[in-house]
């Protein structure tokens, strides 16, 4: 079987503020094969802690291939990335890391 090529995109909401902050973390999983659907992928996000990458939490992608997280942040610097694990019919992808400050006050 073939696999489709795959891709994983992240973005989030206001990263810079004071803490603890709201923020939520929108990952997009896309097939470059149209014939191949992204709906109900299960998506990984990461944290990186200063040595290695580290599973945060688990979701499954919408109709659009759309997942979302929302995590409140105490003051600090993070990066995440989101990773999407591969299937029979699309390959494993995982999106560039994503930086995001919070800020004391």
Same mark, same amino acid.
């Given at each position: 079987l073939v696999q489709a090529p795959a891709t994983v995109t992240v973005t989030a909401s206001r990263t810079l503020g004071p803490a603890p902050r709201s923020?939520?973390?929108?990952?997009?999983? @896309?097939? @470059?094969?149209?014939?191949?659907?992204?709906?109900? @992928?299960s998506l990984v996000l990461e944290s990186f802690d200063g040595a290695v990458w580290r599973r945060a939490s688990r979701t499954t992608t919408g109709p659009r291939g759309g997942a979302r997280w929302r995590f409140k942040l105490d003051a600090g610097s993070y990066r995440v990335r989101v990773r999407f694990g591969g299937t029979d019919d699309l390959q494993a992808a995982?999106? @560039?890391?994503?930086?995001?400050?919070?800020?004391?006050?």
């Open positions: 923020i939520d973390i929108h990952a997009t999983l @896309r097939s @470059r094969d149209p014939a191949v659907a992204v709906a109900g @992928r995982t999106s @560039r890391p994503l930086s995001l400050a919070v800020s004391r006050a």
